[in-house]
Every structure is written in C-alpha cells, then in structure tokens.
C-alpha cells in the first residue's frame, strides 16, 4: 500500500461520511422516514443497494474459488440465484403491498402479537452481522496489520455512525457508492490478468483439474446441501426491508431479477480471479488470502488502492445494513411492541438498538474464529424457525393458525438450537444420527404446517 492508496482509501471514507450524515432529509426521523426512507427507493437504487448488502462474503468467496475452482459457482451462485427468482416471483410483489414496516409486522397482522415477538427475537440474533464484522477486521488485518480486535472496533464505529444519524437512507446512499467500487476493483483486476496471461487457455494449463470440473473435488452431497441452505433467502430481511422499502411491487420484483444478473457477473469476475490465483500463487498457506496476494503482484500504486476498496466496499456495505436491520427489529419489531412507546421515539429505540447490536456482534467476532462457523449456527436455528410462518402468512387461504404459527417459530428454533449444540455432547464431536440442524427444525416446522393449518375458508386478516 503506497500513499496514494492510502489517500484514494481517505477519500473513500470521507465519500460514505458525506453520503451518510451530511444529505439529512425532512422527515427522516419519523418511523416510515428512519426505518424504510418514505418507501421512496427507486429501481437503480434497489438493485445497487440490494447487490452489494447481499455479497458481503468476499474472502470466503475468494477461499472456495482457489480451492475448489468453478464449483464457487454452484455452492455460493446457483442455489442463490434460484432462491433469489422464487422470491422474487411470489413474495416481492406481496411484500410491497402489505404497506409493513418489517418482517414481524406482518407476523403480526396473520398470526398475533406472541409469534410477533418470538420472530422477533430471532431475526435480532439471526442480523446481528458478527460474521462480517469479523470479516473485515480480518481484511483490515491483511491491509494493515491492525490486530483483529482493533479492526473489528473501527470498522464497527465507522459504520454505526452514520447509520445511527440517517437511517436506512444513509444506508442505501453509501451501497450505491460501494457497489459502483466494489465492481470497479475486480473488473480492473480481471482485466489485467487477461491481458497479461490471457484467458481460459491459461487457466486450463495451470490449475489442477477438479478446479474445472462443476464439483471441484467436492462430493454432490455436499453441494445438494447448500441448495437447502439457500431457501434461507426466503426469510431474509434485507430483501424484505428493500421491498417494503420501494416505491412499487413492480420496482420490488424487477429490483431482484436484476439483482440475480448483477450478482451472476460478479460471481464469473470472483470465481476467475480466484482461479487466477491459483495459476499464480498456488502454494499460498492461507486461501483466504488470495484476491490480497494476486492483487499485490498484479496492481501498480492507485490500482491496488482501488482493489482494496473493491473488498472493503463488499463487506463493509454488508455490515452497515445488517446493523441497521438488527437495530430496527429491536427498535420497532422489539420494544415498540412489547412496551407500546410512540411512533415518534422508534428512531430514538432503534439508534439504542444500534449501540447495542454493535456490542453484541463485536463479542460475537472476537468469540467465533470462523466467518462459516457464523453463519452456519445462526443460519441453522433462524431459517426453520421462520421460513414456512413467514410464506405461510402470505398466502391466506394456506395460512396455520395463529397457534401453531407461534409453537413452529418457538419448537423449530429451539430443536434446530438443540441438535446444533449436540455436538458438545457427542465423542466424535458429530451431530445427533449425524444430521444438519436445519433438517430437524425444518421438518418439525413443516408437521405442524401440515396439522396446524385453517380448514375452513377464513377472513384473510393480512395486508396483501
């Protein structure tokens, strides 16, 4: 890193300060206004702001790709994409009608208050976004050379400030710039080695076969498996929060499926510079590491500062929002609700949530030693928990009673939860029959669907 790099990074910082705190609108701190922006985002700032929250994993992107090759693709691509279309396809356009301020909100309004606070209570944990706290001190680390615990802290207080001023709309301002950077820096990159080492000709004669094969070494099991896991996109309050967020159903679905194109060329930039760094650096002793060290031999000054940006903008965008959206369950979805404190003072509780979700996520980071372990555990227990309430209360004639709804959210999460810590309890360190948490909790959940849904024509209740 040269001065240069170091003053393009400054100008960076003072960009998103800018953005951030300075632009205050009218009206920002009424609920609507702080949590959702006035339902005015428009289609370009959808998809900027969607695209970069949702690719917040870039160095384990960039570890799968130089391990595994191709089969990034299919792993932390495909099962996305597809996920991704069934959202948005039945439940964009949805969402934006029911005119909610959040995921619980409409809980709520199909099932009660009880199922409410209970979703509630597992979207807080479920956004609490430690793993990519941990994230970038790791990357702040591989810059820098802070130790982790000092990046963990800066990168926190950098992003709680200006999401505590301007609320979802500092959000979105600042994804717009990250994704115009974190676009910038890989193509730069990719570019580059194209044109110094050329194309695919190269990568086939310099990285071992598996990385081409759609398997990369990995059994099919193991990649059916992520394509369960993906259905956690069905459940995930930034898509939720974007769409209710938009100024129509039109511009919430259309958002998305451009999303899943901006998404899918971002992908072939990181899966082939991970292949690159392969081909060139192909003993490195830490994968996590390799867009860092391929940037290093391939970027003069300038352009190596613009990289750094590219992978501080991807999960530096992923942060801010995740604390925004755990500060806003806390906020509106938590203390709102169980206390009945005026619209008026949800901005004040959720600038509180934000302290306190912040200090959460930063012992989370420094507690966990790996981002997967992270998303695993809270993925695990929140995704069985909510995934067929929350379809469910869409669609009104196949809705479950207000009951069972409730005892889904409580019973799924909690065996999920179980199976999860059974590992401490088992010689080998295995799961109970050797089973994912995710399966239990979600085949519990869809039991009581099965049993536990109106059998007779009803009033649909719920804002569609």
Aim: with cysteine.
């Amino acid at each position: 890193m040269s001065l240069i790099d170091y003053a393009i990074i400054l100008a960076y910082l003072l960009s998103l300060a800018y953005f951030g705190i300075v632009r205050r609108q009218p009206g920002q701190d009424s609920a609507l206004g702080y949590i959702l922006g006035g339902r005015s985002l428009t289609l370009p700032a959808f998809v900027a702001s969607l695209v970069s929250t949702w690719y917040g994993g870039i160095l384990g992107v960039g570890e799968f790709s130089y391990k595994f090759g191709i089969s990034n693709w299919l792993v932390f691509g495909v099962p996305y994409y597809l996920a991704a279309f069934l959202f948005a396809i039945f439940l964009a356009g949805k969402a934006r009608k029911a005119e909610v301020l959040t995921i619980p909100d409409k809980l709520d309004l199909a099932y009660g208050k009880k199922t409410a606070v209970a979703g509630s209570i597992i979207l807080f944990l479920m956004t609490l976004p430690a793993a990519y706290v941990l994230m970038l001190a790791v990357l702040l680390k591989f810059l820098f050379g802070w130790p982790i615990w000092m990046g963990a802290l800066l990168g926190t207080i950098f992003s709680i400030f200006y999401v505590h001023l301007g609320g979802f709309r500092s959000v979105v301002r600042t994804d717009i710039l990250q994704f115009v950077t974190m676009y910038l820096g890989f193509i730069i990159l990719f570019v580059l080695l194209v044109t110094q080492y050329g194309g695919l000709e190269f990568i086939k004669n310099h990285v071992p076969a598996n990385h081409l094969a759609w398997h990369g070494g990995n059994s099919g099991w193991y990649i059916a498996i992520w394509y369960v896991i993906a259905l956690a996109t069905l459940v995930e309050p930034a898509f939720y929060q974007r769409c209710y967020a938009a100024k129509s159903d039109k511009i919430a679905r259309n958002g998305i499926l451009i999303s899943i194109i901006c998404w899918t060329i971002f992908d072939f930039l990181t899966t082939s510079c991970g292949l690159y760094a392969k081909a060139l650096l192909p003993n490195l002793e830490d994968p996590a590491t390799s867009y860092i060290g391929l940037a290093n031999i391939m970027l003069p000054a300038g352009l190596m500062g613009i990289f750094a940006l590219a992978l501080l903008s991807t999960v530096h965008s992923t942060v801010d929002s995740y604390f925004f959206i755990s500060a806003s369950t806390f906020g509106r979805d938590l203390i709102w609700r169980i206390f009945h404190v005026p619209d008026e003072d949800i901005a004040y509780y959720t600038r509180i949530g934000l302290i306190l979700s912040a200090l959460i996520a930063l012992i989370g980071a420094l507690y966990f030693e790996s981002i997967v372990d992270i998303w695993h555990d809270f993925g695990s227990v929140g995704t069985p928990a909510l995934l067929i309430p929350l379809i469910s209360a869409f669609y009104g004639k196949r809705k479950m009673t207000s009951k069972a709804a409730f005892w889904s959210v409580v019973l799924a999460g909690a065996i999920s939860c179980l199976w999860l810590v059974s590992r401490y309890w088992t010689p080998d360190g295995k799961y109970w029959l050797d089973i994912e948490p995710i399966f239990p909790g979600l085949t519990l959940s869809l039991f009581i669907y099965l049993f536990g849904r109106k059998k007779s024509q009803v009033e649909i209740t719920t804002a569609l």
